[in-house]
Nanobody, 133 residues
Framework: EVQLVESGGGSVEAGGSLRLSCVVS????????MAWFRQSPGKEREGVAT????????DYLASVKGRFTISQDNAKNTLYLQMNSLKPEDTAMYYC??????????????????????????WGQGTQVTVSS
């Protein structure tokens, strides 16, 4: 069982910044893929950024590369998404997600965690990000 709690969302003007946090609670510490997804009303959920808790290997949705940074603090069991140069199209509900346990060997095949929804079994409640023009 893995529990995720996000925070840090809010309303900002275009060009502003926000940092999202996701506190991870699990029975035993395991290496797994972590990700940030987002969803706007009427649209499908899309992967924004992923990271492997074992060896990192961060990856990003093309539209956020250079603006967003995913990171982790293992000591605090916390995942972060630093969002800079925010655009109105970034407006969405942002969700923290965790995959089942994954080995370094498996993830190392591509050296990236997948950004597809079905690979993630654990989800946070979401935090709203609104960017005004």
């Amino acid at each position: 069982e893995v529990q995720l709690v996000e925070s840090g969302g809010g309303s900002v003007e275009a060009g502003g910044s926000l940092r999202l946090s996701c506190v991870v609670s699990e029975k035993t510490s395991s290496s797994r893929c972590m990700a940030w997804f987002r969803q706007s009303p009427g649209k499908e959920r899309e992967g924004v950024a992923t990271i492997y808790t074992g060896s990192s290997w961060p990856d990003y949705l093309a539209s956020v590369k250079g603006r967003f940074t995913i990171s982790q603090d293992n000591a605090k069991n916390t995942l972060y998404l630093q969002m800079n140069s925010l655009k109105p199209e970034d407006t969405a509900m942002y969700y923290c997600a965790a995959s089942p346990e994954m080995s370094d060997f498996v993830v190392g095949v591509t050296k990236t965690c997948p950004g597809v929804e079905h690979e993630y079994h654990y989800w946070g409640q979401g935090t709203q990000v609104t960017v005004s023009s």
